[in-house]
């Protein structure tokens, strides 16, 4: 019993039976018979035929072998060389922003009632002014942010 196969689109359906006359075509070309493409292929008349007609139910291996006796088998290179649906849609992908997190401000300090300063004159943390300006960092903000956690860690004036 022959094995069932997906039906194709009708567009699908006709770009098969297109390339399968041009494979025809191309065997006339080159002159050579049916009977002589089929031995080469390893296949049957029968089988040629069916994919000379552009037959769904011929395996992709049948029609490789049938190239290759005619010296078109480097033409399946070609086949999504460019992929310019696939190319636009990876490039969607790579252009959708990216999520921002959530940044949650940090807790400012409350001022102690035993404090000799007011709170407003308490200094703030360097790491503060990183984190609070979301929209550019400079290489000094940076620079000063790695000198300052040093300067903590050896306890040495910033």
Do not use: C, N
Request: avoid cysteine; charged fraction near 30%.
């Amino acid at each position: 019993m022959a094995k069932k196969t997906s039906p194709l689109l009708p567009m699908t359906e006709l770009r098969l039976m297109q390339f399968g006359e041009r494979l025809r075509l191309a065997r006339l070309r080159r002159r050579l018979t049916g009977k002589q493409v089929a031995e080469r292929a390893g296949m049957t008349t029968v089988t040629l035929r069916s994919l000379e007609k552009g037959s769904a139910g011929v395996t992709i291996g049948a029609y490789l072998a049938v190239m290759q006796v005619l010296g078109a088998e480097e033409d399946l290179d070609l086949l999504l060389k460019d992929d310019p649906l696939g190319r636009t849609l990876q490039d969607a992908a790579l252009l959708r922003p990216a999520r921002a997190a959530k940044r949650v401000a940090p807790p400012t300090p409350e001022p102690r009632a035993d404090s000799s300063t007011p709170f407003e004159e308490t200094k703030k943390p360097a790491a503060s002014k990183w984190m609070a300006d979301d929209t550019f960092v400079s290489t000094d903000d940076l620079v000063s942010l790695i000198k300052t956690e040093k300067a903590d860690q050896k306890g040495l004036p910033k």
